[in-house]
């Protein structure tokens, strides 16, 4: 147990539409990340967020946002769906400055397929 | 750039085997910590270790070891006496000193053994 949790588990969405995610950060962690790992792949870095404000942005497109709140907790969101973006999302949580090297916890992960 | 190559994509070794799990890393920057996760199907990634560019000493965990050579840019993992619990996709990640935890991953190595 990591102490991160994410929902939903599992959800199926159609091509278009869009989709929130959600995660809880183990307690005293103030930065949040998210990756998206495809099927077969490593997790792909898209953002981070310390103390709210994103600090830190991966490969991906503006149609992934995100969003921290004052409790530290996180959103994923995604607009227009596409066929690609089937995969496991996860929610990482540290308790650094925002800056390399801290010791990385996960959840579950969120998996999305969308038809 | 940064650059994780696990060239070995599927293990399976009898249980009390031993087996060592490749990691390669590549990164123009002097500070820059390393990490290995482990994925069971339920999709979490679980936390090994963390090392930094820094110490290269060798660490050993219960039946878990680890290889850091900078000459070689490696960082290997050795399960001892494996059992059947191990089954698993490890990952070796890399982080550098950019103000942000981003973690670059492998592809990952699915390791199965045996009973």
């Known amino acids: 147990e990591t102490g991160v949790t994410q929902s939903p588990t599992h959800l199926i969405k159609t091509r278009g539409q869009q989709v929130t995610l959600r995660c809880s950060s183990q307690?005293?962690?103030?930065?949040v990340s998210w990756y998206q790992q495809a099927l077969g792949q490593g997790p792909q870095f898209i953002f981070q967020?310390?103390?709210?404000?994103?600090?830190g942005r991966g490969n991906f497109p503006p149609r992934f946002s995100g969003l921290q709140f004052p409790n530290y907790s996180s959103e994923l969101n995604v607009n227009a769906l596409e066929l690609d973006d089937s995969a496991l999302y996860l929610c990482?949580?540290?308790?650094?400055?925002?800056?390399?090297?801290?010791?990385?916890?996960f959840g579950e992960g969120s998996w999305l397929t969308v038809v | 750039a940064q650059k994780v190559t696990q060239a070995q994509t599927e293990i399976s070794v009898v249980e009390k085997e031993d087996v060592t799990l490749d990691c390669v890393y590549e990164?123009?920057?002097?500070?820059?910590?390393l990490f290995w996760y482990k994925q069971p199907p339920s999709g979490e990634l679980v936390f090994l270790i963390r090392?930094?560019?820094?110490?290269?000493q060798n660490e050993i965990s219960g039946r878990y070891s680890w290889n850091f050579q900078k000459s070689t840019s490696s960082f290997n993992f050795t399960i001892t006496a494996s059992q059947v619990v191990d089954s698993a996709v490890y990952f070796c990640?890399?982080?550098?000193?950019?103000?942000?935890?981003?973690?670059?991953f492998g592809t990952g190595t699915r390791l199965t053994i045996i009973p």
């Open positions: 990482a949580s540290s308790s650094g400055q925002g800056g390399p090297g801290n010791t990385i916890y």
């Open positions: 307690s005293g962690h103030n930065t």
């Open positions: 967020y310390y103390r709210e404000e994103e600090n």
């Open positions: 990164t123009r920057d002097t500070t820059y910590y």
């Open positions: 090392r930094n560019s820094f110490d290269e």
């Open positions: 990640a890399l982080s550098v000193d950019f103000g942000n935890e981003k973690l670059t």
